[in-house]
């Protein structure tokens, strides 16, 4: 049984479906659902000990967003400690971190929006060929939708309409929340 | 209504028989003004390390019947680079027609 929870693959295994409920919103992977497919031997009383450990250590990586150098530091500290985790172990975590950090980060960054997001933008150019008013024949448009939503949740559809005028309006807008970025990205 | 559309075109033109252009934008709203705030998320419940900016957008739009709502989202960096750069684009084919 200790050899079971030795495992580098059950291992690698039970931090995806760690992170799938922890961080990714999938409330169907259970306790139980990880134990029968990945430890099927090991009982549950002693599983359960097991798993809130790695889901403890998943938590304050991710909550800390180690890079490399924290993630090596924090792991051998738990290698020394009481009922901490083996080298192999730290060595699969480590791994796991690698290769799954962006996408938690992305989730967790998702999960603290509470604002809508921009989920898709779609646009057409179209050239007026009749109008009432005689002045706006053959002035292009652009016509954007929008949908805005929050994560989960039904969105929103916003069609806006630019002539040539308004949409340099908003370029130059939006250069200078480029410019904004810029500054804080790159400061000089 | 058919006889009437033959019969005045240039009349029926701006009242009766609407073009599908003009129907089409009926859906469409005008933008009055867009205000953004650029902000940092420093830190959260799940994440003490969230140090992630974002732009935060507010459209001030006015629909066909002139009632003025504001409509905001949020958008990462990433979002944000693509949402001008599809604007970019429309005002390069604007220039092209």
Known sequence: ?188 | MATGCQGFLGLTMEGLCQPPQEAKSEVTNQLLDLQWKMGMAVSSDSCRSLKSPYVAVTLKVADQSGQITNKSFEMTIPQFQYFFKQFKEMAAVMETV
């Open chain 1, 1 to 188: 049984m200790a050899g079971e929870l030795e495992s580098s693959k059950s291992l690698s295994g039970l931090l995806s479906g760690l992170a799938q409920s922890t961080f990714h919103g999938h409330p169907g992977i259970t306790e139980e659902l990880l134990r029968s497919q990945l430890y099927p031997e090991v009982p549950p009383e002693e599983f359960r000990p097991f798993l809130e450990k790695m889901r403890g250590l998943l938590k304050s990586i991710a909550s800390a967003d180690m890079d490399f150098n924290q993630l090596e530091a924090f792991l051998t500290a738990q290698t020394k400690k009481q009922g901490g985790i083996t080298a192999d172990q730290a060595a699969v975590i480590s791994k796991f971190w690698k290769n799954h950090k962006t996408k938690i980060k992305e989730s967790l960054i998702n999960q603290s929006r509470w604002e809508n997001s921009l989920k898709a933008m779609n646009w057409r150019v179209d050239l007026k060929s009749q109008s009432k008013h005689l002045d706006l024949i053959n002035a292009p448009v652009a016509i954007v939708e929008l949908e805005l939503g929050k994560s989960g949740q039904e969105s929103e559809c916003l069609c806006l309409e630019f002539d040539e005028v308004k949409l340099n309006q908003i370029l130059k807008k939006l250069t200078e929340v480029e410019n904004s970025i810029s500054t804080l990205t790159n400061p000089a």
